[in-house]
């Protein structure tokens, strides 16, 4: 055991792990997601779970949490063996998760969703003030700072997480595993976020961390366990690993994603916006894209650049403001018009505006292609075979011919949204998080494609919240904040540390 | 029993695993519709074993010709359906456009132009409630059950108390025969491949499954949605008008409060829900929505030979609609876990 343990639990070292897993195996339809895993979680320790999409991570938390049953090996909480936990059972032993999914009562305050399910009552009726009150105590014991009256659906990401934090660990909650809690975050709420999870070790609650971001999980993490293709390849404290070998651990090799060399941007116009304005979201907001450059918007997510897709797509009607595509000007407001000119809007919410969950993974990739096309008969075999080839080109890979896109991993879900759109013979495109949620071979690939894009000519412009992001791919970066533009660089002129914070400051330099 | 070979079901993509391969229980299992079917058998088994006259040609073609009137409707209603929609008005479309056409046929009109009223009086009812479900917002379920309510009303003035009879006009498509096929049974399976055609084969059909799983998806993929939608309602609308036809002509006459309005439309939705469409859009498959129907047809007719009073009819019709919709979960919640 490491010196950090031993200090902090004195004699007692590997007899106290809450919660120890032992040869757990488990297959779905043959297919093997789990190969014999061992995992102890301690309590006062940030393990952080890393491995790539579908590496078996959210199985392994699925049975902790009880949701499936191990096919073999055993799940032994406080020194008691279980061969498998019920959801209900995981509960009452203290084990949570908060899912990437927020699972807030959208419609309740913040103080009902904390005492969810465990409401004060006096013969029935509601007791209020003590409602209230109960749940500033569960929101100040863990440096929490959220009126409890507000509603849950008002409240940002970071916020929900954080309540949802709270209701776990009020209900007693001695093993939180948290599931990507600072994907789409800003710097700063993710600071937030790191902050409570720390808090919550030192509170003696044993946390898994699962999180894409390699330098947040070096930055947080007590331990690190590395999953791949469904085995564990690495246990051990953080300091043991560096970055490079944590990506080798997870993907098998090395990866490789540096700017490569991109033909110089042409002189004309791809993508232009001037002066767009909606409400108190964007105001005044104005881009010249050329052809063959990258432009990146910078932001605290959820601001202005969530509001780009809406705006540039055509579901939401600006103020005001204009929008050329290859020198031409196109309806603000419309679908059909913004289609029409060329540009493609990818989404960074695949779930809502992305993907049919319903529909095979090839009707979705073909979704959009099919109808520029105007086609009117659907056979599958020949969807299948114009769906061939941006499934290879793309890398999408499944396990089974052609599943609902549901059925997918994320960065293969990820992947088929970027095909749908980028195999439309885009003049301009906009790209929203096109990284978001996927592991770090994907991401690179990812990358890789928009490198391409760029090359054929395409004006692209991207809208991300991480800075590493913006620096491998843009040529210029528009740094906004409050829906305002508060600088605009040359990514030569300018160093990730200062664009980070930029960033995070938002304020004018 | 399967008068209707339709095409394999146009949900998603699922290995065409071995059909009715009947030594693996497991394979089974696979099989769409396994649980509707079983239940199905069961029941056919059951009033075949107490009675004799059940399992003769007289009485199998006696049921499908009884619910060919729902299959009309049921076609529609499944590709609207899975396109995230809902008619509750169908069943009152039919009473107003049977009405409507009697009182023409009554009144020494010709029978194509009694035709064409109904079917674009149906098209232009269904018309209206697309219009006011794409351009209020106001959610189908609501519209819907709002015109119900006043075409049950508009029927009845039309009627004005009055039981219209229309004589022998259009006894032929009521009652005649083709090869030992009556008409009316005929005209619903043409609907029902029709519509399990395009489910399957265009990409209207496709857009119908975009739609109703993600309709914010399909319109930012380029698809017309408002369009769709005007076309879906103004099917089922005129599918109404046709089932108000065939119902006419089957009756001989249109009475106030008859068998047509928002009894039969609750019919019609049970057998598309027993079908597993779902209430929520994006899966459905006409194959369901046949074997529903069926089912539906032999459990009211079981009922009759059985001697049960007519007042079973409603309790039976509620009770194969929950046992099948809790099938339908457990299939569904099964699926997902494997």
Not at chain 2, 19 to 31: D, M, N
Not at chain 2, 212 to 239: C, D, F, M, P, Q
Not at chain 2, 263 to 290: H, K
Request: aromatic share 4%; charged share 20%; hydrophobic share 45%.
């Amino acid at each position: 055991m490491t010196a950090k343990e031993s200090t902090d639990s004195g004699a007692a070292t590997a007899a106290t792990a809450v919660l120890r897993i032992r040869g757990v195996r488990k297959s779905f339809g043959g297919a093997a997601a789990l190969k014999g895993v061992d995992l102890d979680l301690h309590p006062g320790e940030i393990h952080a779970l890393m491995g790539m999409n579908g590496a078996g991570k959210s199985t392994l938390v699925q049975v902790l949490s009880g949701v499936h049953q191990p096919d073999g090996g055993t799940v032994e909480v406080d020194g008691h063996a279980h061969a498998g936990l019920t959801v209900r059972r995981a509960r009452r032993l203290g084990i949570a998760s908060v899912p990437q999914r927020r699972e807030l009562a959208m419609g309740l305050t913040v103080a009902e969703n904390v005492l969810l399910g465990d409401l004060p009552t006096r013969r029935a009726a509601v007791r209020w003030k003590a409602v209230r009150q109960q749940a500033r105590e569960a929101l100040h014991s863990l440096g929490i700072d959220i009126d409890v009256e507000r509603t849950a659906g008002s409240l940002t990401v970071a916020e929900q997480t954080m309540v949802e934090v709270a209701r776990e660990v009020r209900r007693g909650g001695r093993v939180l595993v948290l599931d990507e809690p600072t994907a789409c975050l800003s710097a700063k709420d993710a600071d937030r976020i790191r902050t409570l999870v720390r808090r919550l070790r030192d509170d003696g609650v044993a946390v898994v961390y699962i999180s894409h971001y390699i330098d947040e999980v070096m930055a947080v993490a007590d331990r690190i366990t590395v999953l791949r293709d469904g085995a564990v390849v690495h246990t051990g404290p953080a300091e043991e690993l560096d970055p490079a070998g944590l990506v080798r651990a997870m993907v098998g090799r090395d990866v490789v994603s540096r700017r490569p060399e991109r033909p110089a941007p042409k002189d004309e116009l791809g993508l232009s916006v001037r002066s767009l304005s909606q409400g108190r979201a964007i105001r005044d907001f104005s881009v010249e894209v050329r052809r063959g450059e990258v432009v990146a918007v910078l932001g605290p997510a959820g601001d202005a650049q969530s509001r780009l897709f809406d705006l540039l797509s055509g579901r939401q009607r600006p103020d005001s403001g204009e929008l050329h595509v290859d020198g031409r000007p196109v309806a603000v407001g419309s679908i059909p018009a913004s289609l029409g000119s060329g540009l493609r809007c990818v989404t960074g919410d695949r779930r809502t505006l992305g993907l049919v969950p319903e529909l095979s993974l090839d009707e979705n990739l073909m979704l959009a292609d099919d109808r520029f096309t105007r086609r009117r008969l659907h056979r599958r075999d020949r969807l299948a075979r114009r769906a061939e080839p941006v499934r290879r080109a793309y890398g999408v890979v499944s396990l089974t011919g052609n599943p609902p896109v549901s059925a997918l991993s994320g960065g293969n879900q990820q992947k088929v949204l970027l095909g749908k759109w980028l195999e439309t013979g885009p003049a301009a495109c906009f790209l929203e998080d096109p990284t978001n949620g996927v592991d770090i071979a994907a991401m690179a690939d990812i990358h890789t494609l928009v490198d391409d894009l760029a090359a054929r000519g395409v004006a692209v412009l991207l809208a991300s919240s991480s800075a590493e992001e913006v620096m491998r791919l843009a040529d210029r970066v528009v740094v906004v904040s409050a829906g305002r533009t508060v600088a605009v660089h040359d990514i030569t002129a300018i160093t990730r540390d200062e664009l980070v914070a930029t960033a995070l400051g938002g304020q004018p330099q | 029993m399967s008068v209707k070979t339709l095409p394999d079901a146009p949900g998603v993509a699922e290995p065409p695993a071995g059909r009715r391969s009947r030594f693996s229980p497991g394979a089974l299992r696979g099989v769409p519709h396994a649980g509707l079917i079983a239940v199905l058998v069961i029941v056919v088994a059951f009033t075949a074993m107490r009675t004799e006259t059940f399992a003769t040609d007289r009485n199998i073609v006696n049921i499908l010709s009884q619910v060919s009137v729902n299959a009309v409707l049921a076609a529609g209603l499944t590709l609207l359906m899975t396109a995230g929609g809902m008619d509750f008005s169908m069943g009152s479309n039919v009473a107003v456009t049977a009405a409507v056409a009697a009182k023409l046929l009554a009144s020494g009109q010709p029978t194509g132009w009694a035709v064409a009223v109904a079917l674009l009086l149906g098209t232009a009812i269904g018309l209206v409630n697309g219009l006011v479900v794409t351009f209020t917002r106001v959610a189908p379920f609501v519209a819907t059950l709002a015109s119900a309510t006043l075409l049950d009303g508009v029927a009845l003035l039309v009627h004005d108390g009055n039981t219209i009879s229309i004589g022998t006009r259009m006894f032929a498509l009521g009652n005649n025969k083709l090869l030992g096929v009556p008409y009316l049974l005929v005209v619903a399976v043409l609907v029902l491949v029709a519509a399990a055609l395009v489910m399957r084969f265009t990409v209207f059909g496709r857009d119908a499954f975009a739609i109703g799983g993600n309709e914010h998806v399909a319109r930012l993929s380029g698809i017309n949605v408002t369009a769709r939608k005007l076309v879906l309602y103004g099917t089922t609308g005129a599918l109404s008008g046709l089932a108000g036809l065939m119902l006419l002509s089957r009756l001989g006459s249109s009475s106030p409060g008859g068998t047509a309005g928002l009894s039969l439309q609750l019919a019609v939705v049970a057998a598309v829900v027993i079908g597993g469409t779902s209430l929520a859009g994006g899966y459905g498959t006409v194959t369901g929505t046949a074997l529903g129907l069926v089912l539906l047809g032999v459990v009211a007719n079981a009922l009759n030979l059985l001697d049960f009073s007519s007042n079973y009819q409603p309790v039976s019709v509620g009770a194969v609609l929950l046992v099948a919709a809790v099938a339908n979960e457990m299939h569904k919640a099964r699926s997902a876990r494997h």
